[in-house]
């Protein structure tokens, strides 16, 4: 369990504070809540008092509401993390500068674990310069920023100053607290889904994957603290916090997102089933059947994505390849793509056997690399992806040469 301070500043999303320490609490964390004195005017002490069971923070010295109070030091000292949400333009300006008149300031400067923020506020006051400047000033000094999202604002206004949902804001604490896993610092490229090829503009050559497989890979990764980015091709599951997302729907898409991130990743995991052929002309419109009693669609290849950068990859690059292959002899076949392709690792699964693979959410894989092949048991996709991702980490440190 860990220990969370919640400073909570006076805007109107103040209420919403509420919100973010019931789930908090529900996912284990001991809250204690620093009010500013403008907070107060939004919401009661005694609602948060309440609800965490502990006498709210406000002045620097305490008692203003018949408490005791906190010294900042001690508060500093027992704490894992300080998330300040909702962080009003002027409590970010407070802040930046160091500011330590009140509890919520002189606690910021003393404490020195992982600082959350979430801004709230009207969104030009979000733009101007001077609210600019103090977002990249914390950002400098480490302090980590969740939203603000855009949308309807408290004016009526639409645009960048919502403050993020709860959700999103203890996501971003449960992140933070995580502990660095094998994955920090390093940057993971998957791709996921499969891509869907126009042969006019509602009909199109796809595939059946779902793209389950990819997600829990990213996820896999992200747990061990990679900085994950997902190019999706047509997947209709639920997107996680912390994960970035580019869609590209087509293979020539897909091929180009690969080729814009795969430079900066570190690993890439290929999971994505990319179309071998397209139609060599795609048709404005919709095609009309009255037109012809048959009709054929030529097909042209494709380019082979993964061949491609592999090609191109710098040293310490780990790839991941997949490999669907249907029947027994499909192991030696994947074998024979990774030698083709150079690619460090192919995943591979046996689709004749339709219990695991598209769309279930098991699998049964088999984990080929250089020195032979891991064949693991039937498994939630998910335990299979923390599988896949360990393998690929075990290259990652392995030593140069
Ligand atoms: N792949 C790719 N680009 C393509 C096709 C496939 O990058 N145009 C990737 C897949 O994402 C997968 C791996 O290559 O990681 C193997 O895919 P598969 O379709 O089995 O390989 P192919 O080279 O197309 O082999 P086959 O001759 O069996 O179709």
């Given at each position: 369990m860990s220990t969370v301070l919640l400073g909570v500043s006076g805007g109107i999303a103040a209420y919403k504070a509420v919100d973010v320490l019931r789930l908090l609490q529900r996912d284990g964390h001991d809250t204690t809540v620093i009010m500013t004195r403008s907070a107060r005017r939004f919401v009661g002490p005694a609602t948060f008092a309440g609800l965490s069971g502990r006498p709210v923070g406000?002045?620097?010295?305490?008692?203003?509401?018949?408490?005791?109070?906190?010294?900042?030091?001690?508060?500093?000292?027992?704490?894992?993390?300080?998330?300040?949400?909702?962080?009003?333009?002027?409590?970010?300006?407070?802040?930046?500068?160091?500011?330590?008149?009140?509890?919520?300031?002189s606690t910021f400067l003393a404490f020195e674990g992982p600082v959350l923020v979430a801004p709230a506020m009207n969104t030009s006051m979000f733009e101007h310069p001077a609210t600019v400047a103090n977002v990249a000033v914390l950002r400098e000094r480490g302090v980590l920023m969740v939203g603000p999202d855009r949308g309807l604002l408290?004016?009526?206004?639409?645009?960048?100053?919502?403050?993020?949902?709860?959700?999103?804001?203890?996501?971003?604490?449960?992140?933070?607290?995580?502990?660095?896993?094998?994955?920090?610092?390093?940057?993971?490229?998957?791709?996921?889904?499969?891509?869907?090829?126009?042969?006019?503009?509602?009909?199109?050559?796809?595939?059946?994957?779902?793209?389950?497989?990819?997600?829990?890979?990213?996820?896999?990764?992200?747990?061990?603290?990679?900085?994950?980015?997902?190019?999706?091709?047509?997947?209709?599951?639920?997107?996680?916090?912390?994960?970035?997302?580019?869609?590209?729907?087509?293979?020539?898409?897909?091929?180009?997102?690969?080729?814009?991130?795969?430079?900066?990743?570190?690993?890439l995991f290929m999971a994505a089933a990319v179309a071998d052929y397209r139609p060599r002309q795609r048709t404005d419109g919709k095609l009309d059947k009255s037109a012809a009693d048959e009709l054929s669609v030529a097909l042209e290849r494709t380019e082979d994505v993964l061949g491609a950068v592999a090609a191109d990859r710098r040293p310490g690059q780990v790839l991941v390849g997949f490999a669907a292959e249907h029947g027994p002899a499909g192991v030696e076949r994947a074998a024979e793509k990774r030698r083709r392709k150079h690619v460090d690792l192919i995943v591979h699964n046996d689709i004749s056997d339709s219990s695991i693979g598209f769309g279930a959410d098991q699998n049964r894989v088999s984990i080929i690399g250089e020195h032979g092949v891991d064949e693991l048991p039937t498994m939630p996709k998910d335990a299979c992806a923390a599988r896949i991702v360990d393998a690929a980490v075990a290259l990652l440190d392995e030593p140069a040469g």
């Amino acid at each position: 369990m860990s220990t969370v301070l919640l400073g909570v500043s006076g805007g109107i999303a103040a209420y919403k504070a509420v919100d973010v320490l019931r789930l908090l609490q529900r996912d284990g964390h001991d809250t204690t809540v620093i009010m500013t004195r403008s907070a107060r005017r939004f919401v009661g002490p005694a609602t948060f008092a309440g609800l965490s069971g502990r006498p709210v923070g406000g002045s620097a010295f305490g008692g203003d509401d018949g408490n005791p109070g906190y010294d900042h030091l001690d508060l500093a000292r027992s704490a894992d993390l300080l998330l300040v949400a909702p962080a009003t333009a002027n409590t970010i300006a407070r802040l930046a500068a160091g500011f330590a008149d009140d509890l919520l300031g002189s606690t910021f400067l003393a404490f020195e674990g992982p600082v959350l923020v979430a801004p709230a506020m009207n969104t030009s006051m979000f733009e101007h310069p001077a609210t600019v400047a103090n977002v990249a000033v914390l950002r400098e000094r480490g302090v980590l920023m969740v939203g603000p999202d855009r949308g309807l604002l408290a004016d009526g206004a639409v645009g960048a100053g919502r403050l993020a949902t709860p959700e999103a804001i203890v996501a971003a604490v449960t992140a933070a607290l995580a502990p660095a896993g094998a994955l920090a610092g390093r940057r993971v490229l998957v791709t996921a889904g499969g891509t869907r090829e126009p042969i006019d503009s509602v009909r199109y050559v796809g595939n059946r994957s779902s793209g389950k497989m990819g997600w829990a890979i990213a996820g896999a990764a992200r747990r061990l603290g990679a900085a994950v980015t997902v190019v999706s091709a047509n997947v209709a599951l639920p997107r996680s916090e912390g994960i970035t997302y580019i869609d590209a729907p087509t293979a020539a898409e897909l091929a180009d997102a690969v080729r814009d991130e795969f430079a900066s990743a570190d690993v890439l995991f290929m999971a994505a089933a990319v179309a071998d052929y397209r139609p060599r002309q795609r048709t404005d419109g919709k095609l009309d059947k009255s037109a012809a009693d048959e009709l054929s669609v030529a097909l042209e290849r494709t380019e082979d994505v993964l061949g491609a950068v592999a090609a191109d990859r710098r040293p310490g690059q780990v790839l991941v390849g997949f490999a669907a292959e249907h029947g027994p002899a499909g192991v030696e076949r994947a074998a024979e793509k990774r030698r083709r392709k150079h690619v460090d690792l192919i995943v591979h699964n046996d689709i004749s056997d339709s219990s695991i693979g598209f769309g279930a959410d098991q699998n049964r894989v088999s984990i080929i690399g250089e020195h032979g092949v891991d064949e693991l048991p039937t498994m939630p996709k998910d335990a299979c992806a923390a599988r896949i991702v360990d393998a690929a980490v075990a290259l990652l440190d392995e030593p140069a040469g």
